[in-house]
Structures are given as C-alpha cells and as structure tokens.
Nanobody, 120 residues
Framework: QVQLAESGGGLVQAGGSLRLSCAASGIIFIINAMGWYGQAPGKQRELVAGITSGSSTNYADSVKGRFTISRDNGKNTVYLQMNSLKPEDTAVYYC??????????????WGQGTQVTVSS
C-alpha cells in the first residue's frame, strides 16, 4: 500500500505565502506524475499544478506566475510553493500521485487534503 502525507496548509493573509509538501511512502517502484488539486467549497476538485517524472510542469491559468510545483525524487516528495495568495485560492488542496509497483501495475493515490485559507 501507498500513503501520501500532506502538510503545510494553514491560514494566511492575502499576499502571503505557503509551502505545501506531500511525501509518498509504502511499496513504491516508480512515481510518475504528481500533482496538486484544489477543491473550494461547493466546487469540483480541479488541477492546480502537475509535474512529470522528468519535471515538466503545467499550471492552472489562475495560478501561473504565483505557484511553483517541484519534486524531490530521492524523498518521494512533491511541493507546492504558493506566493501572492488571494482569497479565491482558499480550498482544500489534495496531493495526487501516479505510482507503479514492481510489476508495473499503475495506480493513482490521493492524500487526505490540507486546508488553505486566505483572508482578505
């Protein structure tokens, strides 16, 4: 089994910064893509930022230039640096990872979510 453990959420004023972390543990052979999704109250979960195993990145238009996704393959960890935060960034942020086991069976895993609240 694989677990994704998130940390780094909290309450911050508009214009502030937060750094989210997500560490994968368990039976892992290869981690392919990893990403961060946000789910605001009453809305669907949406991709905020993604990163491939080769560190190619993609971002939602709403966060381009403000958020940066990165990963440390040695630590099986993905990060989301969130700068210039806005109240509309308020959401529960979930980590997602595409993981292959030693038989190359592919599975997708989710973290438990971490709350980010941006006050105006």
């Amino acid at each position: 089994q694989v677990q994704l453990a998130e940390s780094g959420g909290g309450l911050v004023q508009a214009g502030g910064s937060l750094r989210l972390s997500c560490a994968a543990s368990g039976i892992i052979f290869i981690i392919n893509a990893m990403g961060w999704y946000g789910q605001a109250p009453g809305k669907q979960r949406e991709l905020v930022a993604g990163i491939t195993s080769g560190s190619s990145t993609n971002y939602a238009d709403s966060v381009k230039g403000r958020f940066t996704i990165s990963r440390d393959n040695g630590k099986n960890t993905v990060y989301l640096q969130m700068n210039s935060l806005k109240p509309e960034d308020t959401a529960v942020y979930y980590c997602n990872a595409e993981i292959l086991d030693s038989f190359l069976h592919r599975s997708f895993y989710w973290g438990q979510g971490t709350q980010v609240t941006v006050s105006s």
